[in-house]
């Protein structure tokens, strides 16, 4: 700005201060905008490119209270949060970055251009959240939110006036991330990367079958929904997706919870539901699976798994299933709630599809989580070894829970993990078992007490695992009961979802060697969260890191197993280790305790055996085969805009699809199938009854007999316990 003209604006505002309160008040604020919102970045029109966008565009500003909840949220990260990171500008640049990645991750609604205009702001951000100054922070979203509605207003025009004249028949493709693609330069590139994406949109309607009609009423339903869901984003929309930016940059476990998102949910399970037993997270456009409940309603009907998308829900087995791509998370989550008993169908693309064309819908029956169904389960399994028959008991613990009201009130039948497995051991040895297995798999964790006195089931008693606090200090967790309620060889089975609580007492048998850890490389969550109350809303802190008594952390890294199998999951998504700001892994100084047993020379002999018996199990070499094939997929970079090829690239897919299946159902001895669409058609009844045979399972047997026969103990003898 000239000398000359802020002596003009000056002299304006001293005549006007003449006049009334009002209007000094109101010119007072356009004056400290012109000089102080300026320089960090420029106020954003109401004009659009596309009039038609402006009738539904509103500028949101921030609330004064929101600027007091800011200040609250920045104190507590900076005196409480366990990694005691600085909040200087090399922090505001990250989350700069943040922001820009959660508002569009896809880089299809800022232009290079904008991203230069709100460069200023990237090493100012600490000291506008330290003062409470939220101006950047909404002007980037305004700027955001307009694109967003002119996209809209552009994709609905053509679909209304033009969807006829769009050739399929180009050689064109699009890219499947635009993570680290290039920012658009002009309103040219925006609109051919809106044009792209919407004939993806109508070519995977077109290869599910649907005709130009159903195509078109579908896909204005759904821009005309997201269209009117924009129009109702709020001040508090905003502020919440800013304040995560910012808590993100500490780690991904910090989070702010606006006050409807605190009063609606389980903040412990972060956006749990109620309805079905699942937590949910939006990805871009979509809904995703995170977990699953244990034992809740969706864990039951065995459907839907971890990092499926929702893309539709309906009501009752015939409601029509509306389409949810593009909705707040919380909106689906309201459309997914309903009366306990009644049936909510979800229309999904599960994790696993060959192409987002291929999805399918799923029933599931609402229902509360009751904790006798979350309790731990015992079979025996019987495996015959030459002439010897073994008996495995197998005990299944889907969480690691406790009745803490029970218990408070008094109740000497309380429901606990430690309680149930101990009775369960009894009526194992009662069976004469030769060997013990604790299947973790999918497990997320629980009461942390409860890890600490399972572990206590095994060993005389000693160490569980340390706690350090942020504040330095280092809490160590002990079983002090000198009672070892099982005495006899152990396998602990986990996978990629067994996280907290679960590598907690899997990293305790290990240390102690005491169990040898079969499965997949765990996931990592080795953190402690406290929630603060703010007088908005509320807080969920990283405040500590678990350790084990060998002195690594759980944080990051997870427990390793000493026989590893391939992993379902794609490590690159599920996993701390998947997210940027996770806590690293770490060292303290371990803490005396007692080894029953060294495998350090029995791990080779076991891997060598288990590695044979795969070399030619169907099961194994079809999970082999669909791993390495999902690989393949998500190695592709470009997605064919050309139907032609799409179409070809579909009968491909769905040949491999029908192959992989008849491979399962070969070794499991189902009959084979003809065509891919009697897989989705098919009633599970008899899968259930064949996948009785659960090869992880299976096969963990199998190692537990090899190191039954490698050490030839027999159960009911004591191992020796030797000094660590």
């Not at 909040?87 to 989350?95: E, H």
């Not at 694109?147 to 028949?169: C, P």
């Not at 098919?682 to 490698?710: C, F, G």
Request: charged share 30%.
């Amino acid at each position: 700005m000239k000398y000359e003209d802020s002596l003009d604006i000056r002299r304006q505002l001293t005549y006007k201060i003449e006049h009334t309160l009002m209007i000094k008040y109101f010119l007072y604020k356009a004056v400290l905008a012109l000089f102080i919102c300026t320089p960090l970045f420029p106020q954003i029109s109401l004009a659009s490119e596309i009039p038609a966008a402006s009738e539904y565009y509103r500028q949101l500003s921030p609330l004064i209270e929101q600027s007091k909840t800011d200040r609250e949220i920045f104190r507590h990260l900076r005196q409480n949060h366990y990694s005691k990171r600085s909040i200087d500008d090399d922090l505001s640049s990250k989350i700069f970055d943040n922001y820009l990645e959660d508002l569009d991750p896809g880089r299809m609604f800022f232009l290079a251009s904008d991203i230069e205009a709100f460069e200023p702001c990237r090493d100012k951000l600490d000291d506008a959240l330290k003062n409470g100054d939220l101006e950047a922070a909404f002007n980037i979203y305004n700027r955001y939110q307009l694109r967003y509605i002119e996209r809209l207003v552009y994709l609905i025009r053509i679909m209304e006036e033009s969807m006829q004249d769009i050739n399929f028949s180009l050689d064109e493709s699009i890219l499947t991330d635009r993570t680290d693609a290039p920012w658009p330069v002009n309103r040219a590139d925006l609109e051919h990367l809106w044009k792209k994406a919407l004939k993806s949109d109508i070519l995977n309607l077109m290869l599910d079958g649907k005709s130009d009609d159903e195509i078109k009423e579908m896909l204005l339903k759904r821009y005309r929904s997201q269209l009117n869901r924009a129009q109702q984003s709020n001040s508090e929309d905003v502020f919440q997706r800013y304040m995560n930016s910012f808590t993100s940059t500490f780690d991904p476990h910090s989070q702010y919870f606006s006050p409807r998102i605190s009063e609606n949910f389980n903040i412990n399970m972060s956006l749990s539901l109620e309805g079905i037993g699942a937590m949910l997270t939006t990805d871009n456009d979509y809904t995703k699976v995170v977990r699953l409940v244990p034992a809740g309603p969706a864990d039951k009907a065995g459907e839907l798994k971890p990092d499926d998308r929702i893309i539709g829900v309906g009501q009752d087995t015939d409601g029509e299933i509306v389409d949810v791509v593009g909705w707040r998370l919380d909106d689906v989550v309201d459309l997914i709630r309903g009366p306990k008993d009644s049936t909510v169908r979800l229309l999904i693309i599960p994790a696993d599809a060959i192409d987002d064309h291929l999805t399918k819908v799923i029933k599931i029956v609402r229902n509360t989580v009751k904790l006798e169904e979350q309790a731990a389960k015992s079979e025996v399994i019987p495996l015959k070894r030459g002439e010897t028959e073994y008996r495995l008991g197998v005990i299944t613990i889907p969480t690691f829970y406790l009745d803490v009201d029970a218990l408070r009130s008094g109740d000497r039948n309380y429901k606990s993990t430690t309680r149930d497995v101990r009775n369960l051991l009894a009526e194992l040895e009662s069976e004469n078992i030769d060997g013990v297995i604790i299947d973790l798999r999918d497990n997320g964790g629980g009461s942390l007490q409860e890890a600490n006195s399972l572990t206590g089931l095994f060993i005389r008693r000693g160490p569980v695992v340390q706690i350090k606090h942020a504040n330095e200090k280092v809490e160590k967790l002990y079983d002090r009961d000198p009672r070892i309620f099982y005495t006899g060889p152990l396998a602990v089975v986990v996978n990629r979802l067994s996280a907290s609580a679960s590598e907690i007492f899997a990293g305790a048998m290990q240390d102690y060697g005491r169990a040898v850890i079969i499965g997949e490389d765990t996931f990592g969550k080795g953190t402690v969260q406290t929630l603060v109350n703010l007088e908005r809303g509320q807080l969920k802190l990283t405040s500590a890191k678990f350790y084990r008594i060998s002195g690594g952390s759980t944080q990051h890294k997870g427990i390793s197993p000493d026989i590893e199998y391939p992993s379902m999951y794609d490590k690159g998504k599920i996993g701390e280790d998947s997210y940027e700001e996770a806590l690293p892994w770490d060292t303290i100084s371990g803490v005396t305790h007692e080894k029953y047993m060294d495998f350090s020379t029995l791990i080779p002999q076991l891997n060598e055996l288990h590695n044979k018996r795969i070399a030619d199990n169907a099961d194994y070499l079809y999970l082999q085969s669909m791993l390495d094939y999902l690989k393949t997929l998500r190695q592709k970079q470009y997605l064919s805009l050309n139907r032609q090829k799409r179409e070809q690239e579909k009968i491909q897919a769905e040949k491999k699809r029908l192959e992989l299946e008849n491979m399962r159902r070969r070794a499991r001895g189902l009959p084979l199938i003809s065509n891919i669409e009697e897989v989705d058609d098919m009633d599970n009844e008899e899968d259930d009854k064949a996948a009785k045979n659960d090869p992880v399972l299976i096969e963990s047997s199998n190692i537990l007999v090899d190191l039954i026969t490698l050490i030839d103990q027999p159960a009911d003898k004591e191992p020796v316990v030797r000094a660590h």
